[in-house]
């Protein structure tokens, strides 16, 4: 009778470590993902949106609308799923170009994809492109090609805006017509920039995002803001200093704040300004200004 409880302890421990066993193998195999590799999201717009540059940085990635994560592009995305699967994608950004302020860019629209997923085998999502939702609207676009420019300096400035249309300086998106972007430059005899849009908007309240697009090219500190009249004084309030670049850059300014915080704020109109310092010449390049929100 000893011997055979024995054996049965025997049996039932090795019974138990079977199915361990077993059971970690099944776990393992089940935390091998499937992939969705993304190289990069573009945009399509129409005549009355203004131009398609983006600066699209992520993916932020949903199975069922379950989150999997953001993700730098170009991406290699694990999902723990297998089989025909409901992938939406939703094109990020960095919040006033800062790349630890990244977030779901509220006006590109969700790409929906149904893609069957493969456990270890990377998917390809070509040709992802989203679109500006249709509630977007476009208070403001201007992209310096007609002869009516709706940016103008103010009395602080020592220098006007000039319009160029040199083929190596004016910025350039495939597939658009693009003959003149706007050119300031400030010599050692014009120290200060400042430039407002003509028109005054009218933005939502309730904590509706807002935003204003830009291409620029400077090499020279150039703050954004907006003024805004508020309880019968007018305000001027800066709220992005945009640093020195090589090339055409994108940028995304958040102007939801001011409207947030003082709900009272009416006749918002963008402005750019900087102070030269030093003895370079300050050049600056601006293009594709675009005010948007829904």
Known sequence: MRICTALSKVSFFLILIITITSGCKKNDADLVPSYLYIDQIGLTTSYDQGTSSQRITDAWVYVDETLIGAFELPATVPILREGLQNITIRPGIKLNGIANTRSIYPFYSDIKRSITLVKDSVINVSDVVTTYKTNVTFPWLEDFNFSGVTLDTTSKSTVGIDKINNPELVFSQPGELNSYSAFITMTENTDVFEAVSTEKFDFPGNGASIFLEMNYKINH???????????????????????????????????????????????FQIFFGTQKEGTEDALIYLDNLKLVHF
């Open 221 to 267: 500190e150039l703050v954004v803001g907006v003024f805004y009249t508020a309880s019968g004084i007018r305000v001027q309030r800066p709220l992005l200093i945009l640093n020195k670049t090589d090339d055409w850059n994108k940028v995304y300014v958040n102007l939801t704040v001011p409207k947030y915080d003082t709900p009272s704020a009416y006749d």
